[in-house]
């Protein structure tokens, strides 16, 4: 079929599981009771991209607090108890974050609950997204490895540990999510992928990476208005990309200042296209769709094309990002039928 759809990943969260429109929003419940609630949210953001004419959906990373950190929580000889500040992306914003102090390990398996959840719940392709090591170590802070290549790297074997995991759960697709990719774009070429292809060992699902300018936040919307009237960082990424072992790369398209012609560099690649916007609350409509999918397809195959939301939704309205997913699948619908 022409023009699958999927999502980048995240669905924002009902107000009975956590505080609704932001990011890291604090859980509503504890212990058997969140478990419970997360393994409800997760079949109900199964079930609104179904009815939306999602084809590849994901668990809407109900059961994950943040992108990163919803791993990290499973890992053993990071210190959770005493947060420090830096400065992440380049210091493009301040985070409290968690301090690797020993040995990484995990503590068994991370995302176990919400896979086996939507597993057993659609009969759909089931992509599975985990953050990629560059944006781990950038998310982090060491008083361990003092290598960050070296810390990045013990972050790959635990996260290849926990894909294949997710492999045999039944998982169809792993993504591993990178923004910190237009970020570093010499650490990219130099150690990035290598860590990514360290990451996605073995695994005979399809893979992916999502390489991204961030959620529509006002840190993101601040830093986008810097980098002037192209954004051309995936230009010295994308060729280094296209010779790697990962299959499919997810990028924003709908809105974004990324010339479409770079696409052309990711030769051989299925491109995750994103046609929706996540950083405004404008619903497109399916027309708004075609026409981004019909602008892609000028430089990316027809058959290399799969329809997707530009980043995560979690920090959006609810009954936003469902209008948004439901105009992804009637606008793709819409290119199967025309072109
Ligand atoms: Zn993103």
């Known amino acids: 079929m022409l023009f699958p759809t999927t999502v980048a990943g995240s669905l924002p969260k009902p107000e009975w599981l956590a505080e609704p429109n932001k990011l890291w929003a604090p859980w509503k419940l504890q212990g058997d009771e969140l478990d419970a609630a997360k393994r409800d949210a997760t079949l109900l953001a199964v079930k609104m991209q179904e009815d939306a004419g999602i084809d590849i959906v994901t668990e809407g990373e109900q059961a994950r607090q943040h992108f990163v950190h919803g791993f990290l929580e499973r890992v053993e000889g990071i210190d959770f108890a005493h947060k420090v500040e830096i400065g992440i992306r380049k210091d493009r914003y301040k985070a ?10 995990l503590k068994g398996r991370v995302h176990a609950l919400e896979a086996k959840a939507a597993r057993g719940h659609t009969t759909r392709k089931l992509k599975f997204t985990v953050p990629g090591p560059m944006t781990i170590i950038d998310t982090i802070a060491d008083q361990y490895y003092g290598d960050k290549v070296k810390m990045a790297f013990a972050f790959a074997d635990l996260l290849n540990q926990e894909v294949r995991a997710l492999e045999a759960d039944g998982v169809d697709m792993i993504q591993f999510d990178e923004p910190a990719f237009n970020v570093y774009m010499d650490e990219v070429r130099d150690w990035g992928v290598e860590a990514l292809e360290r990451a996605a060992k073995g695994l005979k699902c399809a893979t992916a990476v999502h390489i991204c300018y961030g959620y529509g936040i006002k840190a993101n919307d601040d830093w986008k208005k810097t980098l002037g009237g192209e954004w051309r960082q995936y230009e010295q990424t994308f060729p280094t990309i296209a010779k790697s072992s990962i299959q499919q790369v997810a990028i924003e398209c709908k809105n974004s200042r990324v010339p479409i012609e770079l696409l052309g560099l990711l030769t051989g690649k299925m491109v995750q296209a994103g046609v929706i916007d996540v950083a405004n609350d404008e619903v497109e409509t399916p027309e708004d769709v075609f026409k981004t ?47």
């Open 96 to 105: 409290m974050v968690p301090q690797v102090v020993a040995p990484l390990q």
């Open 293 to 339: 999918i019909e602008a892609v397809m000028k430089t990316v195959p027809k058959d290399k094309i799969t329809a997707t939301t530009n980043c995560g939704m979690a920090p959006m309205r609810r009954d936003i990002s469902e209008a948004k997913l439901h105009a992804l699948g009637a606008g793709a619908k819409l290119a199967r039928e025309r072109l």
